[in-house]
């Protein structure tokens, strides 16, 4: 018997080695975070077609649009939320693919822009809308000139999963300057017509994050103060204690929310999420949980469903 099993090990590895050097690369160039694509929650939203296959675009409520993408590591999800005389994108994603051609499909209405923060992929085609909401901060007029460095490390191949647009240029690959035509403010309402969204300040992540409120329709976007995944606080602009109050003042909306859509995987989640956020984040800063070693320099906290990657404590 063991005999048999050892000559039928030589034979596949035989085969293996005889397959051409093209396949075996395309194999193991399949990044792990790949791997688990298509993720299964997007089975239950309405999905809709576009032309552009850098995009996925579901629709997670009436009015509202979840641009998905799916192709790069990030996997992030810009909203598009329509009312009756105008609509607003909440991000404009990578800037890899054309997010204003998939917007002109979605809705014909004029589209402002506000982002939920201004890292690299969420403003990567501010550059092509005439006009843009953001916070009054230092932070969003440092980014809104355009960056290379962060941009450059989301195109590697580690980072891509597929097949990147026709025609894109990975080694020119940078997130475009882009003109803020007006700054918006904690509590600011912004009126598209039969439809007003809330701005929530929501500091934490970096110091212009927000959240938008749809009281009406019970929807609260949290841009990347919240989403399920492992939840990035380990930049320099990151601050803790800005973040645990922003996240207990989305906590106490819970009573008026009934879908959270946040900006990166999945774009829905219960409102009871945002309390295990608080409870987990609290748990983590009093030391009640051991942490794992992730990335250089980072180490990552996980209680239940809910995950935080921080910097490793010096000497670590």
């Not at 296959?53 to 998905?68: D, L, Q, R, S």
């Not at 982002?115 to 550059?127: A, I, K, R």
């Not at 819970?254 to 989640?269: S, T």
Request: net charge negative; hydrophobic share 40%; charged share 20%.
């Amino acid at each position: 018997m063991r005999k048999l099993l050892l000559i039928t090990t030589m034979y596949i590895l035989m085969a293996y080695l005889s397959l051409p050097p093209t396949y075996l690369l395309a194999q193991s160039a399949i990044p792990q975070w790949c791997r688990a694509l298509p993720r299964p929650e997007y089975k239950t939203l309405e999905r809709v077609a576009v032309g552009d296959p850098w995009f996925e675009v579901y629709k997670p409520a009436p009015g509202v649009f979840a641009i998905y993408e799916p192709h790069q590591a990030e996997e992030v999800i810009s909203y598009l939320i329509v009312g009756e005389k105008r609509a607003l994108l909440f991000d404009t994603g990578m800037g890899i693919s054309d997010i204003k051609k998939v917007t002109a499909e979605l809705t014909k209405l004029p589209v402002v822009v506000l982002n939920s923060h201004t890292h690299d992929d969420h403003v990567g085609d501010n550059w092509e809308f005439d006009t843009i909401y953001a916070m009054d901060t230092d932070f969003t007029r440092k980014n809104a000139q355009g960056s290379r460095e962060d941009a450059q490390a989301e195109v590697t191949p580690d980072q891509i999963c597929g097949t990147l647009p026709k025609g894109f240029d990975s080694q020119a690959y940078t997130t475009r300057p882009w003109t803020i035509t007006n700054y918006t403010h904690d509590g600011d309402r912004l009126d598209l017509g039969g439809r007003t969204l809330e701005v929530i300040a929501t500091p934490g992540h970096t110091p212009d994050a927000i959240s938008l409120i749809d009281r009406a329709n019970g929807l609260l976007f949290t841009g990347d103060t919240y989403y399920p995944a492992p939840i990035w606080l380990f930049r320099p602009e990151t601050d803790f204690k800005a973040y645990a109050a922003s996240i207990s003042r989305l906590n106490g909306l819970v009573p008026y929310v009934k879908v959270v859509l946040g900006a990166h995987n999945i774009p829905v989640a219960s409102p009871e999420v945002l309390t295990r956020l608080v409870l987990a984040f609290a748990a983590m800063r009093q030391g009640k949980i051991t942490p794992t070693p992730d990335s250089p320099g980072r180490v990552l906290y996980k209680v239940g469903d809910i995950s935080f990657l921080v910097r490793a404590p010096e000497g670590k």
